[in-house]
Every structure is written in structure tokens, then in C-alpha cells.
């Protein structure tokens, strides 16, 4: 049974930083694609940050320069420093397999002072 799981998310100040991890169990993150996507209220969900199986990231341009995703082979997790937050970032961010049905449940992490 594949399941994702994500932490690192909370209240942090504007200009703060954040680092949210996503774990698997029941499949390697190694080799696989995988983004970040996120939920703010009242607004879609979106992509915010992906990472290919041979490891080529793109990020939407409201996060250019500020996220970074990452692999993590040795823990089996996919990682999303967030640098520099705003409170536009706040919002229950996601991880998934792309293309597939496997999400986490998701972290709340809000940016206010």
C-alpha cells in the first residue's frame, strides 16, 4: 500500500523559511516524478514545484528563486525548501506521484506575522 506523507508545515513570519518533507512507504521516491502542489482558500489547487525521474525541477514563477525541490535517496523523501515566504505562500501544501492517485494528506503552512 503506497502512502505519502507530509510534515514541515506551520506558522511562520513574511521573509521566514520553511522545509516540508514528503515520506513514502510502499514505493521508492527514487525514480519517480513527483510535485508539490498546493491549496490555498477559496482558490484551485496548483503546481507549485516538480521534479522529474532523472531529476529536472520547474517551478511556477510566483516561487522561482525562492523554493527549491529536492530527492532525498537515502530517506526516501522529496523535499521543498521555501525561502523568503510571503503571505500569498499560505496554503495546505500537497505532494503526489505525478500522473498517478498518490497524495499525501497535506501541511498547512501559513506565513503571517
Known amino acids: 500500500q503506497v502512502q505519502l506523507v507530509e510534515s514541515g508545515g506551520g506558522l511562520v513570519e513574511p521573509g521566514g523559511s520553511l522545509r516540508l518533507s514528503c515520506a513514502a512507504s510502499?514505493?521508492?521516491?527514487?525514480?519517480?516524478?513527483m510535485g508539490w502542489y498546493r491549496q490555498a482558500p477559496g482558490k484551485q489547487r496548483e503546481l507549485v514545484a516538480s521534479?522529474?525521474?532523472?531529476?529536472?525541477?520547474d517551478y511556477v514563477d510566483a516561487v522561482k528563486g525562492r523554493f527549491t525541490i529536492t530527492r532525498d535517496y537515502f530517506k526516501n523523501t522529496v523535499n521543498l525548501q521555501m525561502n523568503s515566504l510571503n503571505a500569498e505562500d499560505t496554503a495546505v501544501y500537497y505532494c503526489?506521484?505525478?500522473?498517478?492517485?498518490?497524495w499525501g494528506q497535506g501541511t498547512q503552512v501559513t506565513v503571517s506575522s
Open positions: 510502499g514505493i521508492s521516491l527514487s525514480f519517480q516524478p
Open positions: 503526489t506521484v505525478s500522473g498517478t492517485t498518490y
Open positions: 521534479i522529474t525521474a532523472r531529476g529536472r525541477t
